[in-house]
């Protein structure tokens, strides 16, 4: 707005506070069938109308022209106030010289009000002149405006020629509607169609030429007229001055007719339309009662009034639900809402699927101007937080509610204000009826995922048991087909040559004694040989000094045999200790497999094998310093090794660098046992033998 637009604001304040004046007064003061309708159907919507127009667009013609409409319409409503308490209601003569000038004022504003409904619709959708026949046509018109004064100073009562001069206006609102639809077909000629308002043109035509044929029919006077009469000749009275504003208020808002986007706060149309709702319901129970008055006593007046208002109340509930549902939208109740998220915490078993929907929920169901959902965190810091936000994060206050279950917190729901309005109690219980459901789903979710870790545990676990056994069994074989081959290759032929010599002595010894001897002393030798080898065959499967003497014991045993230089390293309370006979056998064993590993692949110059105690477990580790290997470069035997292990309780641990060793760390329950009186404490050793 400028400080051009004086003229205009001047003009709109001054017709607001008539407006603030004459309405009570016509509801309580003046009979409401004269005056009521009239104020609420026609003057309040075209000054409203026109407000919200000019306000948006303040330099547009039809801006101004609905603005300066609407005033001019709540100030002459304001100026026939003083007329009807100085003239008689039915006759409206004359009672004197200011009486007779404010009639024809008043008879002059109705000229105004009609030549600026023909500008209003046939200049749109811009206000502006664009041929120069509409520029003729439409300021020929103000030419009609010393009619009324005319008509007066002859004497012609101003009532005919209100009665008289409203059949010719209401031809020349249908031919308002033709200039429209001219002004179309000439704007789609020239390239500019606009079918939008082609149709609103032959729509405007239409009604005004229903109006014009009813007016020609009989004098509609409001003043006199009872039953449907009266709603007829009110309808056709107020139609034009209702049918623009809303003309122009739908295509400013629907086509953007100013130029402009006018936002309409979606509260303030939710208001309006629950103003005409209750509008038209108290109407119609005042028509009831008006009716019902004229018949019956004032008793039953009340009752018919009260009885009409009780059976309108349900459609007058159904109306304001429809409206809420037009302006915002489908929208949940409560209960719907609490429903609909409860039916789908049946399905969403997980963090990610379930914090997504919470947002929406609540943003949709409580017309939220932005939702967030953090579920997880802090009570859970193995796995990251789940965060989803629905709408657009605002600087505005947010209001909190902590997701508990019991006392543990899983999470924090935090919204933003509304779209439209406050919150209410009910409003915030919703939300932590929601909260109280989407924390015993975090809970339920943790759960699940929980079992679920464990139970690909002990799916992996079962695995790996199946595939140890499998191990075993394959192992057992293997040794069965190793100890075979050795009795078979070794033992077995050694024995069938004894038993060859035993013969060959046999018949020496029936030929002559000498040779018989030397035989026997070759069958001697090689008999002490086949028990050397029985026993290297028995220590292979289990070395009787493990038994006896215990792990250290044979570790150090074990460590003399070999050829390169192996340093056993054991504090001196573990020397003689002696620890379960699985724990014995599976630390003995994975320790040769080391040393044969560490033979066979590492080329090591030395071993190192160091025995400790621990927090109630035994750890053995053998280093190398060979050429060691990459990481997942093992094979089997490093897998025997690891089953061992863990086939009595323990773990198994592989350190390696190429080419700077590698160390084999078992850690193995130490469930120790008092030393058997064949137990002995064992010197431990270095091995110095050359590789």
Request: charged share 20%; with cysteine.
């Amino acid at each position: 707005m400028t400080g051009k637009d004086w003229p205009i604001r001047l003009l709109a304040t001054a017709a607001g506070l008539s407006l603030l004046i004459t309405i009570p007064v016509t509801l309580f003061l003046l009979p409401a069938r004269l005056t009521l309708s009239w104020a609420l159907t026609a003057v309040l919507p075209c000054y409203a109308a026109g407000l919200l127009v000019w306000r948006a667009a303040p330099s547009h013609p039809v801006g101004r022209r609905l603005m300066v409409f609407g005033s001019l319409l709540a100030i002459g409503l304001a100026t026939n106030y003083p007329l009807h308490f100085l003239t008689t209601p039915q006759d409206w003569q004359p009672a004197g010289f200011w009486v007779w000038f404010g009639s024809t004022g008043n008879e002059t504003l109705e000229f105004v009000f009609n030549i600026l409904i023909i500008y209003l619709v046939a200049l749109l959708p811009d206000g502006g002149y664009r041929h120069r026949y509409e520029r003729i046509l439409l300021r020929s018109l103000w030419f009609l405006l010393p009619a009324p004064l005319i008509a007066a100073l002859a004497g012609l009562p101003i009532e005919m020629m209100y009665l008289w001069s409203q059949k010719p206006f209401a031809w020349l609102h249908v031919g308002a509607g033709i200039m429209l639809l001219i002004r179309c077909l000439l704007a789609r000629r020239d390239g500019r169609p606009q079918p939008w308002l082609t149709s609103l043109a032959i729509l405007t035509i239409a009604i005004m030429l229903a109006r014009a044929v009813l007016l020609l029919t009989r004098d509609w006077r409001v003043d006199i007229d009872e039953g449907w009469y009266y709603v007829i000749g009110r309808l056709i009275g107020t139609l034009p001055y209702s049918l623009v504003p809303v003309i122009v208020v739908v295509a400013a808002l629907r086509r953007q007719l100013l130029g402009v986007d006018i936002v309409v706060p979606r509260s303030v149309v939710y208001g309006l339309l629950w103003l005409v709702i209750g509008c038209w319901y108290l109407g119609t129970a005042t028509m009831l009662g008006w009716t019902a008055g004229q018949y019956l006593p004032v008793g039953l007046v009340a009752l018919v009034t009260a009885t009409a208002m009780l059976l309108f109340q349900p459609l007058r509930a159904q109306l304001n639900q429809a409206a809420a549902r037009r302006v915002y939208g489908p929208r949940l109740t409560g209960f719907e809402l609490l429903v609909q998220f409860g039916t789908t915490l049946e399905h969403a078993y997980d963090l990610p699927r379930l914090a997504p929907h919470l947002a929406s929920s609540l943003q949709s169901g409580l017309n939220l101007k932005w939702a967030r959902v953090e579920l997880g965190g802090a009570a859970h810091p193995c796995s990251p937080p789940v965060v989803s936000v629905a709408g657009t994060v605002t600087e505005e206050a947010a209001t909190r509610f902590p997701l508990r279950h019991a006392e543990e917190q899983l999470g924090v729901i935090e919204y933003g204000p509304k779209v439209e309005g406050r919150f209410t109690p009910e409003d915030h219980a919703l939300v932590e009826s929601l909260a109280r459901q989407a924390a015993l789903a975090v809970h339920n979710a943790n759960l699940a995922k929980a079992l679920g870790v464990q139970v690909e545990q002990v799916s992996r676990q079962a695995s790996e048991l199946e595939a140890s056994r499998t191990r075993i069994v394959q192992a057992q074989d293997t040794e069965r087909r190793r100890i075979e081959r050795q009795l078979h290759d070794g033992i077995q032929q050694e024995l069938v040559a004894l038993v060859a010599k035993l013969r060959l002595a046999r018949n020496q010894f029936n030929r002559g004694g000498e040779a018989a001897g030397n035989t026997l002393t070759e069958v001697q030798d090689d008999a002490y040989r086949v028990i050397d080898e029985l026993r290297e065959l028995a220590h292979g499967i289990h070395p009787p000094v493990l038994t006896d003497q215990g792990l250290i014991a044979a570790v150090t045993s074990r460590a003399r045999r070999l050829p390169i230089p192996v340093t056993v390293d054991c504090p001196p309370d573990l020397r003689a200790a002696r620890f379960g006979v699985d724990v014995e056998e599976s630390a003995f064993f994975l320790i040769s497999e080391a040393l044969t590993n560490v033979l066979k692949h590492a080329g090591a110059g030395a071993v190192t094998i160091h025995f400790g105690h621990l927090d109630g477990e035994l750890i053995v580790d053998v280093r190398d310093d060979g050429r060691g290997f990459r990481h997942g470069g093992g094979g089997l035997g490093l897998t025997g090794m690891r089953d061992r292990a863990e086939a009595v309780g323990g773990a198994l641990t592989i350190a390696s660098t190429p080419g700077a060793g590698t160390t084999i760390t078992a850690r193995l329950p130490a469930a120790a046992r008092e030393p058997s009186t064949s137990d002995r404490p064992i010197e431990i050793v270095e091995n110095t033998a050359d590789a």
